[in-house]
């Protein structure tokens, strides 16, 4: 039997040995009465890390997410957001729901930017029919691509210049700063605040392609974050000896950010590998994620592929654009095994 290769996200990873050790040692309180200091001190050294005042420890990225807006946004307020941003469209409404908090959303140039000129447009007058527009919610990673950083500086100065906060949706900052890192030649930690400090509010994901088991930060001012904490126990956040989930978020923020280069070469390893082969469309990635176009492939041979890549060991999500995500449980001779099920695939007729 081939060995199994998961590239439906970066969240199938499993804790490394070495992380599970650092979770067993981890010292522990209740974090619900702040006393839990691997916690404590997980929040120090990511506020740190962003540039920010203060961070809290979040069960998901979702619900971190949700105290961002929440903790920005009163009722009757808005949002703008990316027509396809996870804040947006994969949160559950979660902001129109729990908060009265209404999405404005607006469609992603091909770069996963929000047109300048639309952001302007979609910022209502204060008039009594509106909506009154409060923040500007950005992602980066979106889709796997890098948001060209000085695009990043003249989208949140231009929020700021029209009273609105700024949000940043960082579940995968670190890919984002890894890449913007070696396109500048420059330190991935660097960049990561670099981009986090042109928001008011950054959410990162310690789930994704860093490997922990659970858990994101939210990151902001204190007073930003003292609101957060009522909204996060009022959604039924409020975690008690969370430090072992601390310690493996610490452990994959010492260890787990320079190797996101590795993801990304293999990443590019398996979109190079797919790319002579007919019928795919493959773009050439930017980051962990790999999309893979069947258009040009015969419809019953494309809606194929996904059930025989199931039943080879080969897992990944879509239906005719598929989704391939590398993470640190995979390498060089699993990704070679994933071009390989595909070429035999298409070769049989
Ligand atoms: C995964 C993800 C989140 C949050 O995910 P959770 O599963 O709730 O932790 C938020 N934004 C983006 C872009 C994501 O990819």
């Known amino acids: 039997m081939a060995r199994l290769c998961d590239l439906r996200s970066d969240t199938v990873t499993r804790p490394t040995p070495a992380m599970r050790a650092a979770m067993a040692q981890a010292p522990l309180g209740d974090d619900v009465f702040a006393d839990d200091p691997s916690v404590n001190a997980l929040q120090e050294k990511v506020a740190a890390l962003m540039g920010q005042e203060a961070a809290l420890f979040m069960p998901s990225g979702t619900q971190s997410n949700l105290c961002a807006i929440l903790s920005q946004c009163q009722r009757g307020d808005e949002y703008l957001v990316g027509q ?109 605040r670099a981009i986090a400090r042109c928001f008011d509010s950054v959410s990162v994901c310690f ?88 258009e040009a492939a015969a419809k019953p041979k494309a809606a194929g592929l996904l059930p025989y890549l199931q039943q080879q060991g080969v897992l990944a999500t879509g239906l005719y654009r598929l989704r391939f995500v590398t993470h640190l449980d995979l390498d060089v001779a699993a990704i070679d095994q994933v071009v390989e099920t595909i070429q035999r695939y298409f070769q049989a007729s």
Not at 244 to 272: G, I, N, P, T
Request: charged residues 15%; proline residues 3%; neutral net charge.
């Open 84 to 192: 396809l941003a996870h804040t947006y469209r994969w949160e559950g409404g979660g902001a129109a729901v729990l908060g009265s908090v209404q999405p404005q959303p607006i469609s992603h140039q091909a770069d996963g930017t929000l047109a300048l000129d639309d952001i302007v447009a979609a910022i209502k007058p204060d008039d009594a029919h509106f909506a009154r527009t409060r923040l500007l919610a950005l992602e980066n990673t979106w889709s796997g691509k890098l948001l060209p950083f000085a695009y990043v500086q003249q989208a949140t100065e231009l929020a700021r210049s029209h009273g609105l906060s700024r949000h940043l949706d960082g579940a995968r900052l670190f890919n984002a700063a890894a890449r913007q890192a070696a396109l500048q030649g420059t330190d991935v930690y660097a960049e990561a």
């Open 207 to 294: 789930s994704k392609g860093l490997g922990a088991p659970i858990g994101s930060a939210l990151c902001g001012s204190h007073a930003l974050i003292a609101r957060a904490h009522r909204i996060r126990k009022m959604a039924g956040g409020g975690m008690r000896q969370a430090g072992m989930l601390a310690a493996a978020a610490s452990y994959a923020l010492d260890h787990h950010v320079a190797r996101l280069a590795d993801d990304h070469a293999l990443a590019l390893r398996l979109a190079q590998g797919l790319q002579g082969i007919a019928g795919l469309q493959v773009e050439t990635p930017q980051t962990n994620i790999v999309f893979v176009d069947l």
